[in-house]
């Protein structure tokens, strides 16, 4: 295996890329307003539903 060959593998994490493309939805929606969002806008903007957020945070 070269090292380009190496290098292209770094890329092909599903779980990375999808984080990444999150992190990045809310970098842009942030970038849109003056003011912070609130704990139920970050999740509905992750996708987040609201009977999966309420178990996270009792957890």
């Given at each position: 295996?070269?090292?380009?060959?190496?290098?292209?593998?770094?890329l092909l994490d599903v779980?990375?890329?999808?984080?990444?493309?999150?992190?990045?939805?809310?970098?842009?929606?942030?970038?849109?307003?003056?003011?912070?969002?609130?704990?139920?806008?970050?999740?509905?903007?992750?996708?987040?539903?609201?009977?999966?957020?309420?178990?996270?945070?009792t957890s």
């Amino acid at each position: 295996m070269t090292p380009e060959d190496e290098r292209s593998g770094d890329l092909l994490d599903v779980a990375l890329a999808d984080e990444i493309e999150l992190v990045s939805d809310l970098v842009v929606a942030a970038s849109t307003t003056t003011r912070h969002f609130t704990p139920a806008e970050v999740d509905a903007l992750l996708g987040i539903t609201a009977a999966r957020g309420a178990g996270a945070a009792t957890s």
